[in-house]
């Protein structure tokens, strides 16, 4: 119940072009659900995060798609560019319950190529 | 706002021996994660820290233990190391009482032979 599957594993896709990166949970506890960005020899770093109270948030080109009722949520890549290319992680967990704190559950990551 | 910084970036270590890895969060966040990542297991939480008290515990073995400082600083130590301790260690801070806006330092890279 604690786990979160990601797929595809990998995914390429030409310059201009929106990569989608799609995650399904389990553990309707889930209530905060965050993606990341790793580039090789770096730590994650955040990207952008949905409760389930909206349907869908976007920052710049990212945006994220959220059903609850499926329990799944994705992450889109509008105009993706070379620079894109980097494993993306979704992740998630509760923002109540002691057991949740600090605790963020990853999904098993999507290495995106964007060719030029 | 300096990022979150992890010391030392790298590290060779022989089984058996022991070993410390270090973190200093953002200023101003109390609240430390730490993740070890591994191309077969991916992220797996280990354990997290707020105001110098252990608040959660993943499902690592004993070896694996950590502290935080009164300034928010925290390490992590591995006791016995094993071949299979070869990983990325992450630390991650979040000023929220949640502790789950993380934001990731580079991370230290071990590998035990």
Same mark, same amino acid.
């Given at each position: 119940q604690q786990q979160v599957k990601q797929s595809p594993q990998s995914l390429i896709v030409q310059k201009g072009g929106i990569p989608i990166i799609n995650c399904a949970y389990?553990?309707?506890?889930?209530d905060y659900f965050p993606w990341y960005q790793q580039f090789p020899g770096k730590g994650p770093a955040l990207l952008i995060a949905i409760r389930p109270d909206v349907s869908e948030k976007k920052e710049g080109r990212f945006t994220i798609s959220f059903n609850k009722s499926a329990k799944q949520f994705s992450l889109h890549i509008m105009d *993706?560019?070379? =620079?894109?290319s980097a494993t993306y992680f979704c992740a998630a967990s509760s923002l109540? =319950? *002691? *057991?949740?704190? =600090?605790k963020l559950i990853f999904g098993q990551g999507t290495t995106l190529q964007v060719k030029p | 706002k300096a990022g979150v910084t992890q010391t030392p970036r790298y590290l060779i270590k022989t089984r058996g021996q022991q070993v410390t890895l270090s973190c200093s969060p953002i200023s101003g966040h109390r609240s430390v994660s730490w993740y070890q990542q591994t191309p077969g297991q991916g992220l797996q939480f280990l354990f997290e820290y707020f105001s110098e008290t252990q608040r959660n515990k993943g499902?690592?073995?004993?070896r694996f233990s950590g502290r935080q400082f009164s300034n928010s600083r925290s390490e992590m130590n591995v006791s016995t190391? /094993?071949? %299979?301790? !070869?990983a990325l260690y992450l630390c991650a801070s979040s !000023? %929220?009482?949640? %502790?789950? /806006?993380q934001y990731f330092g580079p991370g230290t890279r071990l590998t035990v032979t």
């Open positions: 389990e553990n309707t506890a889930f *993706s560019q070379p =620079g894109d109540t =319950g *002691s *057991s949740n704190t =600090g | 499902n690592f073995p004993g190391l /094993e071949l %299979g301790d !070869s !000023s %929220g009482v949640t %502790g789950l /806006e």
